[in-house]
């Protein structure tokens, strides 16, 4: 059998639905998986399922030649909230999908990491993926355990692994008013002339990503050769000292 497939989990979220668009749109076979279905051309098969509480379907790994986890039900504004709870869920869940697709003999697992929560308040800019990892936070705190135990798979399985740090994406199918994304919501906000509240002094500056971005990235992450383990920040730095080349040439 020929394991060429791409299953993406939690295909139906913002990045998921991206980033699956993409994949179908470079060609590839994907076989979407969440807990509810969404209408996205050209998937090779949709299957609804929970696999924070089942796994991964076995048989969609049996053809797979690589995973893509974005199913994470918290988000930095929720990540403090019960730290317990997010490790039984959500850093759990991930890890069970890794060792799984491991055991099942595919062949690459891309991780969507954080590069906005995982470095610390004053990471150095440009930040490096060599920058030591000082999480922000509970959600924070969990990705960076995510992206350990990935590691830890590597090693146990001979997975080719990959975590790709994305910091604050933007753009269209991002709903406002979640707790996350900024943009989203002060652009709702501002169409209907209701205030916008910035947390922080005005010194603070946050840079963004366009969603577009990401999705090129992760195809780029699925198309590249044989990599061991590779973690990848995947940010639009807008600062004059800073370059987004390394980023892009770490995939192709």
Avoid at 107 to 125: A, F, H, M
């Amino acid at each position: 059998m020929t394991r060429d497939s791409v299953v993406v989990v939690g295909a139906a979220g913002f990045l998921g639905q991206a980033c699956t668009k993409a994949l179908v749109s470079a060609g590839m076979t994907v076989d979407a998986v969440d807990v509810v279905e969404a209408s996205i051309e050209g998937v090779s098969s949709w299957t609804v399922a929970d696999v924070a509480r089942d796994g991964v379907p076995g048989e969609l790994l049996a053809r797979a030649g690589t995973l893509i986890n974005f199913a994470w039900r918290n988000d930095p504004g929720r990540g403090n909230a019960d730290m317990a709870k997010d490790a039984q869920t959500n850093v759990a869940a991930a890890v069970r999908s890794f060792e799984d697709a491991a055991r099942a003999g595919v062949r690459r697992i891309v991780y969507p990491s954080s590069g906005g929560t995982i470095y610390g308040d004053n990471p150095p800019l440009p930040t490096p993926e060599t920058a030591p990892i000082r999480p922000v936070g509970g959600y924070g705190a969990g990705k960076a355990a995510a992206e350990l135990y990935l590691h830890a798979i590597a090693l146990a399985y001979g997975t080719q692994t990959c975590a790709l740090r994305i910091g604050n994406p933007y753009g269209p199918g991002q709903y406002p008013e979640r707790g996350q994304g900024f943009i989203a919501t002060a652009t709702a906000r501002t169409m209907v002339g209701t205030p916008i509240q910035i947390f922080g002094s005005a010194a603070l500056a946050r840079d963004y990503v366009y969603i577009g971005d990401v999705a090129e990235a992760f195809v780029r992450a699925v198309q590249i050769g044989a990599v061991k383990q590779s973690y990848v920040a995947i940010e639009r730095v807008h600062r004059p000292s800073a370059s987004r080349r390394p980023q892009r040439d770490a995939l192709g």
